[in-house]
């Protein structure tokens, strides 16, 4: 049983965790609502643009959170990505809003309109009280997942320490759309790496609000639930809420996009129109998936507007949102998507051998790609589920509903038929490229709330207009049916909550030492960089390491070495006679890391097909043993 003690300072670090992500969300929320009045001010016959609270929270904190990283990304070309301007801009963008929400109060009336429901339909309390559980434990956990702590997290406190825009060799993907890593940069001068995992789950959540609310507007509140329920199948998309990635983030915007784009055509308020554009640039640059969604949206835009001049400038404002990262990797490399298209834009810091290396990993993943297995890919989900580099839980239930959804689709709206094509097309490309689990979570709310309304419109269709999702009239019989509905639903989320929660429990330790023990399980670099750390021939380095990039984070100077890049593990090996990758011997080695400037070695003891190290009694010769744990040796070369 903990003691009281461990409790008391667990209660404070959650305390002032929850108050830190409460504080952001505020910030977030408030800009939101200013901006929404400011937009909507020329135009009072709109009214309030949200016909739910949880559209009217979903577009406001969207808003609010595409703010925050523009202003971000002015503050990092100007230099000034530090402590005292990130405070000060984020207070300025706080009083002003609060400012012009004083003097034009009815902005704000406008946002409390969208909350004024009667006391049936704030029992949709429920079912957002259970999708949020399965993230309140996980993001509290210590920082983990590959690639926060090999590129995400180090960017960001790379960012800080340069104090704006830097190129890191040492990192991966050093020129890439960074706007979420920028707005963890921020986060990480205050509650660290928790605060940017809080972030992350906050904008998964987001996205399933969204999709629940337009769901809900469509069909009612059951039909949000079976929505939000289709997304959770992915076991990978609330696994994801434990690490800083930005695969939310761009799942949020290119969500939001579409969302608008849906709410424009509905109502033709103009602002959603161009709200729609500017979520699809912050969108491109978060990820460079999310620019694959800029071209459908601007055909949806020409479509639905039958307005070319209007779709022009739909396309000008996402291409000044977005373009930033690419216009920087362009200036900087020759090549505006580095390190991909190096065959035509030439090779910078990456080599040929590099980029082929990495496609060949991408498209490692899933199943043989023919039709067969196109056709098949609701069973694959099951029976080859290791297969896609992540967990896909029931997600092939979700897949194979999709498609019959898309025989459906005679019947449905002509928004939610576009809908329906793009996440096939979609669907289609990342089966034909590179079937990673965590690539295709950028559709799936799009994918669940198509999903669910081509259902609910075909059968409500067939019943001659009757709502399959009926709840809110007990003399109909159709009530009874949204019941059952109702009922599988919440009975789902809540076992998710609670598979979740239990799945994480071990994941959030009660003390400061029990999270050292836990960091300790879990990598073999915590130790060594620890003890490197602690070292002062070592100092802030250069380290180089071979086959533990979560090094990066844990050491707080310079850590080299990866499978790509100008300081790729091949560089220090050879071919042996297994045939395999091997670490040159202790001479050879100690040659080259001397010339090189390199202060240590950090390497992983268990040799595997990839890459294997020399028995580490063989490096004593030239190299001293600082450290030497089950899984790994810390080295430090002798002069």
């Given at each position: 049983?903990?003691?009281?003690?461990?409790?008391?300072?667990?209660?404070?670090?959650?305390?002032?965790?929850?108050?830190?992500?409460?504080?952001?969300?505020?910030?977030?929320?408030?800009?939101?609502?200013?901006?929404?009045?400011?937009?909507?001010?020329?135009?009072?016959?709109?009214?309030?643009?949200?016909?739910?609270?949880?559209?009217?929270?979903?577009?406001?904190?969207?808003t609010?959170?595409?703010?925050?990283?523009?202003?971000?990304?002015?503050?990092?070309?100007?230099g000034?990505?530090?402590?005292?301007?990130?405070?000060?801009?984020?207070?300025?963008?706080?009083?002003?809003?609060?400012?012009?929400?004083?003097?034009?109060?009815?902005f704000?009336?406008?946002?409390?309109e969208?909350?004024?429901?009667?006391?049936?339909?704030?029992?949709?309390?429920?079912?957002?009280?259970?999708?949020?559980?399965p993230?309140?434990?996980?993001?509290?956990?210590p920082?983990?997942?590959?690639?926060?702590?090999?590129?995400?997290?180090?960017?960001?406190?790379?960012?800080?320490?340069?104090g704006?825009?830097?190129?890191?060799?040492?990192?991966?993907?050093?020129?890439?759309?960074?706007?979420?890593?920028?707005?963890?940069?921020?986060?990480?001068?205050?509650?660290?790496?928790?605060?940017?995992?809080?972030?992350?789950?906050?904008?998964?959540?987001?996205a399933?609000?969204?999709?629940?609310?337009?769901?809900?507007?469509?069909?009612?509140?059951?039909?949000?639930?079976?929505?939000?329920?289709?997304?959770?199948?992915?076991?990978?998309?609330?696994?994801?809420?434990?690490?800083?990635?930005?695969?939310?983030?761009?799942?949020?915007?290119?969500?939001?996009?579409?969302?608008?784009?849906?709410l424009?055509?509905?109502?033709?308020?103009?602002?959603?129109?161009?709200?729609?554009?500017?979520?699809?640039g912050?969108?491109?640059?978060?990820?460079?998936?999310?620019?694959?969604?800029?071209?459908?949206?601007?055909?949806?835009?020409l479509?639905?507007?039958?307005?070319?001049?209007?779709?022009?400038?739909?396309?000008?404002?996402?291409?000044?949102?977005?373009?930033?990262?690419?216009?920087?990797?362009?200036?900087?490399?020759?090549?505006?998507?580095?390190?991909f298209?190096?065959?035509?834009?030439?090779?910078?810091?990456?080599?040929?051998?590099?980029?082929?290396?990495?496609?060949?990993?991408?498209?490692?993943?899933?199943v043989?790609?023919?039709?067969?297995?196109?056709?098949?890919?609701?069973?694959?989900?099951?029976?080859?589920?290791?297969?896609?580099?992540?967990?896909?839980?029931?997600?092939?239930?979700?897949?194979?509903?999709?498609?019959?959804?898309?025989?459906?689709?005679?019947?449905?709206?002509?928004?939610?038929?576009?809908?329906?094509?793009?996440?096939?097309?979609?669907?289609?490309?990342?089966?034909?490229?590179?079937?990673?689990?965590?690539?295709?979570?950028?559709?799936?709310?799009?994918?669940?709330?198509?999903?669910?309304?081509?259902?609910?419109?075909?059968?409500?269709?067939?019943?001659?207009?009757?709502?399959?999702?009926?709840?809110?009239?007990?003399?109909?019989?159709?009530?009874?049916?949204?019941?059952?509905?109702l009922?599988?639903?919440?009975?789902?989320?809540?076992w998710?909550?609670?598979?979740?929660?239990?799945?994480d429990?071990?994941?959030?330790?009660?003390?400061?030492?029990?999270?050292?023990?836990?960091?300790?399980?879990?990598?073999?670099?915590y130790?060594?960089?620890?003890?490197?750390?602690?070292?002062?021939?070592?100092?802030?380095?250069?380290?180089?390491q071979?086959r533990v990039?979560?090094?990066?984070?844990?050491?707080?100077?310079?850590?080299?070495?990866?499978?790509?890049?100008?300081?790729?593990?091949?560089?220090?090996?050879h071919?042996?006679?297994?045939?395999?990758?091997?670490?040159?011997?202790?001479?050879?080695?100690?040659?080259?890391?001397?010339?090189?400037?390199f202060?240590?070695?950090v390497?992983?003891?268990?040799?595997?097909?990839?890459?294997?190290?020399?028995?580490?009694?063989?490096?004593?010769?030239?190299?001293?043993?600082?450290?030497?744990?089950?899984?790994?040796?810390?080295?430090?070369?002798?002069h």
């Open positions: 049983m903990p003691e009281i003690p461990g409790i008391l300072e667990t209660l404070g670090i959650l305390a002032g965790n929850y108050a830190w992500l409460f504080a952001w969300l505020v910030t977030c929320l408030v800009p939101g609502v200013a901006c929404w009045g400011v937009i909507t001010k020329s135009d009072r016959s709109l009214g309030s643009p949200w016909p739910n609270p949880e559209l009217a929270l979903f577009f406001t904190i969207s609010g959170l595409a703010i925050q990283i523009i202003l971000l990304i002015v503050l990092a070309v100007g000034l990505l530090s402590a005292v301007p990130i405070m000060v801009t984020l207070s300025g963008l706080m009083l002003g809003s609060l400012v012009s929400l004083k003097l034009k109060p009815v704000w009336n406008r946002f409390i969208a909350f004024r429901c009667s006391s049936s339909e704030w029992l949709t309390v429920l079912p957002i009280l259970l999708l949020i559980l993230w309140v434990l996980r993001p509290l956990g920082p983990i997942g590959t690639d926060a702590l090999t590129y995400h997290l180090p960017y960001a406190r790379f960012y800080l320490e340069h704006g825009l830097a190129v890191n060799e040492t990192l991966r993907y050093p020129l890439h759309t960074h706007n979420i890593n920028l707005l963890y940069a921020a986060a990480s001068l205050h509650s660290g790496a928790v605060l940017a995992q809080m972030m992350h789950a906050s904008m998964g959540v987001l399933l609000l969204g999709v629940y609310g337009v769901s809900r507007h469509w069909h009612g509140w059951v039909s949000g639930v079976l929505t939000v329920v289709g997304v959770l199948l992915f076991r990978e998309f609330v696994r994801s809420f434990g690490y800083a990635y930005v695969g939310n983030g761009v799942i949020l915007f290119v969500t939001a996009a579409f969302l608008s784009m849906v424009w055509v509905e109502t033709r308020n103009r602002w959603l129109f161009w709200l729609s554009a500017f979520f699809a912050i969108a491109m640059g978060i990820k460079y998936q999310g620019a694959f969604f800029t071209i459908p949206l601007g055909l949806m835009a479509w639905f507007s039958r307005d070319l001049k209007l779709t022009v400038k739909f396309a000008l404002l996402t291409s000044v949102t977005g373009i930033f990262w690419y216009a920087h990797s362009w200036l900087v490399s020759g090549n505006p998507v580095h390190p298209a190096g065959e035509i834009f030439g090779y910078y810091i990456w080599t040929a051998e590099d980029l082929v290396g990495q496609m060949h990993e991408l498209k490692s993943h899933g043989d790609k023919g039709l067969v297995n196109f056709l098949l890919l609701p069973e694959r989900m099951f029976s080859a589920r290791n297969s896609f580099n992540g967990y896909t839980g029931n997600g092939g239930v979700l897949i194979g509903a999709f498609m019959l959804s898309c025989l459906l689709i005679y019947w449905q709206k002509p928004i939610v038929k576009a809908m329906q094509l793009i996440c096939l097309v979609y669907l289609i490309f990342w089966f034909s490229t590179s079937q990673v689990i965590r690539y295709l979570l950028l559709i799936t709310p799009l994918m669940s709330l198509c999903t669910i309304t081509a259902f609910a419109e075909s059968i409500s269709r067939l019943r001659y207009g009757q709502k399959v999702f009926e709840f809110g009239n007990s003399q109909k019989p159709e009530f009874y049916t949204g019941k059952v509905f009922a599988f639903g919440l009975i789902l989320l809540a998710f909550a609670f598979n979740t929660i239990r799945m429990r071990h994941r959030v330790p009660l003390t400061k030492q029990q999270q050292t023990e836990y960091l300790r399980k879990e990598f073999p670099a130790d060594l960089m620890n003890a490197a750390a602690s070292d002062t021939r070592i100092g802030n380095g250069p380290i180089l071979f990039p979560e090094a990066k984070y844990f050491f707080p100077g310079s850590v080299y070495g990866d499978w790509m890049g100008p300081y790729t593990y091949k560089r220090y090996g071919v042996g006679l297994s045939g395999h990758w091997e670490i040159n011997d202790s001479e050879t080695l100690h040659r080259q890391v001397t010339k090189e400037g202060t240590a070695v390497m992983r003891k268990n040799p595997d097909i990839q890459f294997s190290p020399q028995p580490i009694k063989s490096y004593r010769e030239h190299f001293e043993i600082k450290l030497e744990t089950d899984d790994g040796v810390l080295m430090i070369p002798l």
